[in-house]
């Protein structure tokens, strides 16, 4: 079975970006060596990639991707109602609920994880749609009071395993279940 994991930095209050999209939060953050899931153990599972259109436009911006090319190996589906100009090779542009592409980001996968980079309403329309298996976030010991919230939505999750990496607290947790 595919397994979809939603791995990703946030917030003590619970943001994944300030209300512009800002990352100056994390960036400044110090990090150590000692995180329970190091980011090379992670990707190493990782056979394709989920993005949403404002995640997408963060990392194009960012990091250092050269005009054109995407900085993910993995094939990579990027949720949006805009397709961008030039869109790099190894993405497909999708929309809609993720369950219509379910079979294609699972072929993509090749037997390996689906990381869901990305941001929280489309992690919260995959967990809906059964489509979410694990959420592991590295809390940032700094809040914001306002922001692009973790998870759109409302979900019981079982608390796996608890670690520290410098100054962030890290927490692996299975998505149980949609509330009502
Ligand atoms: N802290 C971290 O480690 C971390 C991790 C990930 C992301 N981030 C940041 O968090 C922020 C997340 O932004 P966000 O909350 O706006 O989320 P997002 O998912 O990145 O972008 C939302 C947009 O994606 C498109 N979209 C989402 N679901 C769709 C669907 N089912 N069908 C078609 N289009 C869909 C829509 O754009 P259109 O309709 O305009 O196309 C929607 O407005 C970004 O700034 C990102 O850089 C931080």
Redesign the pocket.
């Known amino acids: 079975m595919t397994r979809y994991r939603f791995f ?3 917030t003590l209050d619970g943001f ?2 300030d209300e512009h ?3 100056d939060w ?1 960036l400044s953050q110090p990090t150590g060596e000692e995180s329970v899931l190091p980011y090379d153990a992670f990707i190493a599972d990782v056979g394709a990639i989920v ?9 194009q911006a960012h990091e250092g991707a050269v005009e054109g090319a995407w900085v993910y190996t993995e094939p990579t589906f990027l ?4 397709a961008p100009a030039g869109v790099p090779e190894g993405i497909t542009v ?5 369950a219509e592409h379910r079979v294609a980001i699972e072929a993509a996968a090749g037997g390996k994880d689906v990381w869901i ?7 919260a ?1 995959f967990a809906r749609a059964g489509m979410l298996h694990e959420l592991f976030v ?1 809390i940032a010991p700094v809040t914001l009071g306002a922001g ?2 973790l998870l ?1 939505g409302r979900f019981d999750l079982e608390l796996l395993e608890t670690g520290r990496n410098a100054g962030f607290l890290e927490a692996r947790y299975r998505v149980v279940e949609a509330r009502s």
């Open positions: 990703t930095a946030v994944l970006a999209d800002s990352l994390l993005t949403g259109r404002s995640t997408y436009d963060w990392v949720f949006t109602h805009r999708v929309s809609g609920p993720p980079v990305g941001g929280g309403d489309l992690a329309a590295s692009k919230p759109g």
